[in-house]
């Protein structure tokens, strides 16, 4: 609808969780390091955690992106209200294997026998659990007795376990404490800082044909805005910008202002928090902590690099070899 006007090639802002956007923040790179380390390592269990929004989802398409690049067979299970019987049947069938069994006993017997086989062949195994606070404790610890399966070099299954802040509070309980203790690599993911905001939105616009200078299409103001109102969730950052997007078409704007950001937060119900105190406002100098497997530099935050999953994943599957 708005993408003539603004001469887009595509929509920049949709919520589908797309790699071809994928924003390198410093964060979000190690994050991603991190999952494709404990994989190429054989870490056993390793959590991402990060409140609704952050881009999680994100995440983890672009680490199943990289696992089948590099030939790991996976499991995935985006839907975790399941029966024990149900989750080894999902993962059985994603494994290609067949999933009737008369018990549970035949269908742990079935995977071990695959996983050994892959291992035998040096090649690794992984099971992806998305939205994993929803995982019942029953569930958990089945999955922390998968980890159980085992040569005496190193884990057959490889488990990342995604979710929200609730899945660290499930992980902290005294019921789950021994699958606390086997858990190789921890990570939380935050919201973005208002740099990151405004590279974040620079960046989606270009990879969708947009301009190429910087609040061409949104002023400085206008991503404030954003950010404050988004206080840094990419999630919330989409829907202010598609449908500012949309605003400035019907008015014939070709900057988006802070105003129609306003009223678009105003449809939504997203209501302007109180404003944090003045040193916390201007957040574009903030240092970030670099992960030591990724080559990052804040200058190139809003630049569109050929293949940016690829290069930021490369590094920890070398090593492995």
Not at 118 to 127: G, N, Q, S, V
Not at 131 to 150: D, F, K, P, V
């Amino acid at each position: 609808m708005y993408e003539e006007f603004y001469n887009l090639k595509r929509p920049p802002f949709e919520v589908s969780p797309d790699p071809y956007f994928f924003f390198p923040t410093p964060q979000h790179n190690e994050a991603l390091a991190l999952l494709n380390y404990g994989i190429a390592r054989r870490k056993g269990f390793v959590v991402v955690a990060g409140e609704v929004g952050t881009g999680k989802s994100l995440l983890v398409r672009c680490l199943l992106d990289s696992l089948t690049l590099h030939k790991v067979a996976f499991a995935y299970v985006y839907n975790p209200l399941l029966t024990v019987q149900n989750f080894l049947e999902h993962v059985l069938t994603d494994l290609g294997l067949p999933a009737l069994a008369r018990s549970k006993s035949e269908a742990l017997a079935r995977l071990n026998n695959y996983l050994l086989a892959r291992a035998r062949e040096d090649l690794t195994t992984a099971l992806v659990v998305d939205e994993a606070q929803l995982l019942s404790c029953e569930l958990l610890e089945e999955i922390r007795l998968l980890t159980n399966l085992e040569t005496t070099q190193h884990k057959l299954l490889q488990i990342i376990l995604v979710g929200q802040p609730e899945l660290d509070s499930k992980l902290n309980s005294h019921e789950l404490r021994q699958l606390k203790q086997r858990v190789g690599l921890r990570y939380k993911l935050g919201p973005l800082t208002l740099k990151e905001v405004g590279g974040y939105i620079h960046r989606r616009l270009e990879l969708a044909g947009g301009n190429a200078k910087p609040h061409a299409i949104f002023s400085r103001k206008a991503v404030e805005e954003i950010y404050t109102i988004s206080q840094g969730i990419p999630r919330l950052i989409n829907t202010l910008c598609e449908n500012s997007l949309m605003a400035g078409f019907g008015l014939h704007r070709r900057q988006i202002t802070p105003a129609i950001v306003r009223e678009v937060a105003a449809d939504f119900c997203l209501e302007l928090p109180a404003p944090p105190p003045a040193a916390d406002v201007d957040t574009f100098d903030k240092p970030r902590m670099d992960f030591k497997f990724v080559e990052h530099s804040s200058d190139n935050l809003s630049r569109s690099a050929a293949k940016p999953v690829a290069n930021i994943v490369a590094q920890p599957w070398e090593k492995s070899k």
